[in-house]
């Protein structure tokens, strides 16, 4: 029932549900709580948020056992909705899941991004996926399609991070000149 049930409209099913309620309680935790600023200062910067006097150790604990929850809750949905339960099962979601965060716009390097953004590039990557496999696109390929999907959002970022940098540079110099 968790993986195949549907609330109120058909449309509606208990993952869909689950995964809307945890997107809210956690898009308010990262964004309004002490511990989500803890994890973006961890990920910017491990040794800044050290010296800021956060207990480097335990926030990796804590964040540790948060994706680790949500790991088995989504393994649980899973298994649930195909009925089986293999080692096998999901293989490679891992690049479809990473690749979808880094579209949703989440830093490689850390200490920026948005829950509700992460949702919207994971769904991007889930129809991009679907697509694929509608049109019998060979599971490789279906790889190699996201790999590079993956690099041109990396680049993306790294190109961004070096033009930010030049225009903070260049505003640095225009009020050392004034």
């Known amino acids: 029932m968790l993986g195949q049930g549907t609330i109120f409209h058909p449309s509606l099913t208990y993952a869909t ?16 709580t002490y511990f989500g600023r803890y994890v973006f200062a961890l990920g910017g910067n491990e040794n800044a948020a050290r010296l800021a006097g956060i207990n480097v150790k335990h926030m990796k604990y804590a964040i540790g056992c948060i994706a680790g929850f949500f790991c088995g809750l989504g393994a649980l949905i899973l298994t649930s909705r195909v009925g089986a339960a293999a080692a096998s099962t999901a293989a490679g979601t891992e690049i479809t899941v990473l690749t979808g965060v880094l579209v949703g716009g989440v830093s490689v390097r850390g200490g920026d991004g948005k829950i509700a953004n992460c949702i919207a590039g994971v769904l991007i990557m889930g129809l991009l996926t679907n697509g694929m496999q ?15 999907m993956m690099l041109l959002v990396m680049w993306f970022d790294a190109f961004q991070i070096k033009r930010r940098a030049i225009a903070a540079n260049k505003r640095k110099e225009e009020r050392a000149a004034a």
């Open 17 to 32: 549900l689950i995964m809307i309620v945890f997107g809210i309680v956690m898009s308010i935790v990262m964004d309004r």
């Open 134 to 148: 509608l049109a019998g696109l060979n599971t490789y390929y279906q790889y190699i399609a996201k790999g590079a």
